[in-house]
């Protein structure tokens, strides 16, 4: 069980293109997602926290705007990266949390985004 | 924030020896997970271990929150034991709190 997984896997787009990544928690509802982003050789970032049915929490220094977060369902989340530049290239990790007492994180595969 | 830093930053073992990864944390350990990102960059979940000790097959941990450490065992390591281990603590108990990472370790067994 906790199964989250992620598509596309790798995507390659244009600048100024927007590309969406789908996040799902396949075999558990997940009431928050998380999306993260880990540049090569380092570890990983939190870009924002998704609660179904709700505003995404973004953290410090991550644009809204940028990076549009819908969390339509309890078993999907969707981060929308807006007018895409070289600079957005990078490997983008969701992760799923079941309700309950615990805190444990279940994550996706992850997408490779490249910009040209 | 919480920081976590994560050693030795990097190692190199031969197949089948054994070693220990240490996570250390500045403040107060609540939701402690331990996982393995492996060369196609998947997170796979070790242990989730706030406390005590647990084992799974050749892998153990073992989390001292008042002392605010976690060890990783690995006995008898194998090739595909290679890639990146991370800690990262969940804050306090609640449901969807977010993860603070260690810095990781990059692990490379060799034949």
């Known amino acids: 069980g906790a199964v989250v997984s992620q598509h596309p896997s790798r995507v390659i787009c244009k600048s100024g293109t927007s590309v969406k990544i789908e996040c799902r928690s396949l075999?558990?509802?997940?009431?928050?997602m998380f999306w993260y982003r880990q540049f090569p050789k380092q570890s990983l970032m939190l870009m924002a926290t998704?609660?179904?049915?709700?505003?995404?929490?973004?953290e410090q220094g991550v644009e809204k705007d940028k990076f549009l977060i819908n969390h339509a369902s309890l078993t999907l989340s969707t981060l929308t990266v807006t007018s895409a530049h070289p600079e957005d290239s990078s490997f983008y990790i969701c992760?799923?949390?079941?309700?309950?007492?615990?805190?444990?994180?279940?994550f996706g595969p992850g997408t490779r985004l490249t910009v040209l | 924030g919480i920081q976590v830093e994560q050693s030795p930053p990097d190692l190199i073992l031969q197949e089948g020896a054994n070693s220990t990864l240490r996570c250390n944390f500045s403040?107060?350990?609540?939701?402690l997970q331990w996982f393995h990102q492996n060369p196609w960059g998947q997170l796979i979940n070790l242990f989730y271990?706030?406390?005590g000790t647990k084992q799974n097959g050749r892998l153990s941990a073992t989390t001292v929150a008042t002392e605010r450490y976690s060890l990783l065992y690995i006995s008898s390591s194998q090739t595909t034991d290679s890639g990146v281990y991370f800690c990262?603590?969940?804050?306090?108990?609640?449901?969807?709190?977010?993860?603070?990472f260690g810095t990781g370790t990059q692990l490379k067994v060799e034949l």
């Open positions: 992760s799923a949390s079941r309700s309950g007492a615990y805190n444990e994180q279940f």
């Open positions: 075999d558990f509802q997940a009431t928050t």
């Open positions: 998704s609660n179904e049915g709700s505003k995404a929490t973004y």
């Open positions: 403040d107060s350990v609540n939701n």
């Open positions: 271990i706030p406390s």
């Open positions: 990262a603590d969940g804050g306090l108990t609640g449901g969807g709190n977010k993860l603070t």
